[in-house]
């Protein structure tokens, strides 16, 4: 519980840090729901059969919005992971560390975004007015639209979906850590060696370096010595000559 704890107060500073982004996500929802009235919005009074048409297109689009908004934090987590790989391999935290935290700190900003989703669509779209209006009249009205779309009308298909949402997402999360404990990283793979044996390798670069020194300056001695020795021949050749020459 410690390391959740730990573990949770870094992730909330991480957050804290990247505010910013759940700023402009906020107000790039709140547009989109603006526009998504006015393509929605209702020009008739009353309930009819047509409305349930504008009803279903609404809410899918809205199902969609809220779906892809949230894909802005996975660019995000990408970017992360290098350095959680690290301090993976390195033994600092297991997996289940870096995952938790992250799902249930993102669970409080959906919700704030579906609020925000909702409060600009519900009255502008005239969702509580059909609602209101189609109560009384539920076994003929609202079957006829369910039916209109191949939905079941049945009452346990909702709770139905509500377990398969709440399932789907503790899958995922669960074959998210499996895969982080697991899986290596992309990219080229870095080996990794202790202590004891970068100080052995360190070591041998050092004598390799000391016996090519020893090397090069045999060579330099032996060059020189080569030189001296062309130097005396040339002389003795050059008296040789005067003397032949003076003869």
Known sequence: MRLLKVSMDREKLLVKRIVPVYIIKTIQIIIVAIIASTVFLKTTLGVTYNDGDLCIGAMIFA????????FAELS???MRLPVFYKHRD??????WAFTIPHFLLRVPMSILESIVWTVVTYFSIDMHQKLAEASGNVNS?????????DVDPKEYWYWIGVLAFLGFT???NVLFTFSLMYLNPLGKPQAMI???EANKQSKQGGTKRKAKS????SIGTNDTREMEKLK??????AQLLMKITMK
Do not use: C, D, H, R
């Not at 390195?90 to 997996?95: D, E, S, T």
């Not at 009205?141 to 779309?149: D, I, P, S, Y």
């Not at 020893?214 to 300056?217: A, E, P, R, V």
């Open 63 to 70: 199902m969609i919005v809220n779906m892809f908004n949230g």
């Open 76 to 78: 995000i987590a990408i």
């Open 90 to 95: 390195l033994l600092f935290y297991p997996a």
């Open 141 to 149: 009205l609202g079957v006829a639209v369910l039916e209109k779309f």
């Open 170 to 172: 503790i899958l995922f």
């Open 194 to 196: 202790s202590e004891e």
């Open 214 to 217: 020893k090397t090069k300056s």
């Open 232 to 237: 005396v021949n040339s002389q003795s050749n």
